[in-house]
């Protein structure tokens, strides 16, 4: 065999890998429920769950924490899923720019015992320019 073989045989090998990788890595949409459930049976993978903010009638977010003075890399809310059950969630990164405009709020991360453990945040809020289409923000939490 040539070298340019063997070399070839090499690239599609490390491509196939990469893909492989990637592809085990891929999470999926659930609500709290599911989360849960997913957690008892043992799996740690990364999962999507979507929500609204709670909030009050005159649009206040409810159950919401943080305090950059004490700890800015600890953020807690609470966040209703689409089949409006409420859930701890903790980031353990800073606060989000314009968390409070977002109209949808994506967390991605695992459920714990009592809490949702986010590792991004993905938020949906009104655009500034054209309130049909949502602006997607997303923030991800440094690894140390």
Do not use: W
């Amino acid at each position: 065999m040539k070298k340019i073989h063997i070399f070839g045989i090499a690239v599609i090998a490390i491509a196939i890998a990469i893909i492989v990788s990637t592809a085990g890595d891929a999470s999926t949409y659930v609500n709290f429920s599911q989360a849960e459930e997913l957690a008892m049976n043992g799996s740690n993978g990364s999962i999507h769950v979507v929500g609204k903010l709670k909030k009050d009638q005159q649009g206040q977010i409810l159950d919401m924490a943080y305090k950059p003075e004490l700890d800015p890399n600890y953020f807690v809310f609470t966040l209703l899923d689409n089949n409006n059950r409420e859930q701890k969630v903790v980031y353990r990164s800073p606060k989000p720019q314009d968390f409070e405009k977002s109209e949808q709020v994506v967390v991605i991360g695992r459920m714990e015992k009592d809490h949702f453990e986010a590792e991004k945040i993905l938020l949906k809020c009104p655009s500034k320019y054209n309130n049909e289409k949502l602006e997607t923000t997303e923030y991800q939490a440094s690894k140390l």
